[in-house]
């Protein structure tokens, strides 16, 4: 299918689990990809795939709490192919700790990736869409925990809920330029790549003193995985989606509008 044909995207936090599946969704439909981590094995790994499916993809490796890296991952999709349609800010930093025993620095390094590296993103491809007269759509990844109130996570929790007021806002700022600005929630998700599969496991599964019960109280009866959440990103950078900015769209199976004492799935 080619609904994003001749876009380029920019898209952070590159991984096997959600950013790359999206990448290679976004590719599939046609888009032109810069793939971005701070891992550079990682940003080529997925640009790789892509090129693989009959794609075209370039990678560019950094940290988005570096303004350089932002703009010089701007200035490298610009050089390649003449201007930015798309961004998915995903990158994001996991360290699930509570407020009673996180320390500051790492606090405040979740909150620079999860919120930092979005404002310097948006902010550099916004200024090159504007200057190619580019109505280009940006999509910041959420999370239901950015609408819930998570235990034991504090710093996420916080950054992604951060990061539902910074797409609105942006989205009034961009508006007079025809850039649309949306958020997108996943929740916990099952990856399809093993390796992905195994870190997400490891991390729900690891010792706390919060039990956490996800595929029983997902109305749905399963987690999502990455593949799952291709077609709404796609929808929000398509012009499908002309008219729709400054809102949030929820791929959960459900999980933000259950009833809170209500169990799905008992054990």
Not at 188 to 208: E, M, V
């Amino acid at each position: 299918m080619n609904r994003l044909a001749d876009k380029v995207a920019i898209v952070t936090g590159a991984s096997p689990n959600i950013g790359g599946t999206l990448a290679m969704g976004l590719a599939a439909e046609g888009a032109r990809v810069l793939c971005t981590d701070l891992s550079p094995s990682v940003a080529e790994d997925c640009a790789a795939k892509i090129v693989a499916q009959g794609g075209e993809a370039i990678a560019i490796a950094g940290d988005v709490t570096d303004p350089a890296h932002a703009d010089e991952a701007a200035a490298a999709a610009v050089d390649c192919w003449g201007k930015i349609d798309l961004l998915v800010n995903n990158a994001v930093f996991f360290q699930q700790q509570g407020v009673l025993t996180m320390p500051y620095e790492d606090f405040r390094r979740q909150l620079d990736v999860i919120l930092g590296g979005s404002f310097l993103f948006t902010r550099a491809v916004a200024r090159t869409m504007i200057e190619t007269g580019t109505a280009g759509s940006i999509v910041n990844v959420l999370s239901t925990a950015a609408w819930q109130g998570q235990p034991g996570n504090i710093g996420y929790s916080t950054g992604k809920s951060g990061l539902v007021n910074f797409t609105r806002s942006v989205a009034m700022e961009l508006a007079e330029y025809g850039i649309r600005v949306n958020g997108f929630t996943p929740t916990a998700t099952a990856p399809s790549d093993p390796i992905a599969l195994a870190q997400t496991q490891k991390l729900l599964n690891r010792p706390t003193q919060y039990q956490m019960d996800f595929t029983g109280q997902i109305p749905l009866s399963r987690l999502p995985t990455p593949e799952d959440y291709v077609g709404t990103v796609v929808f929000l950078c398509s012009d499908e989606a002309s008219m729709i900015t400054g809102t949030n769209i929820t791929v959960d199976g459900g999980a933000t509008a259950k009833y809170w004492p209500w169990t799905p799935h008992p054990a």
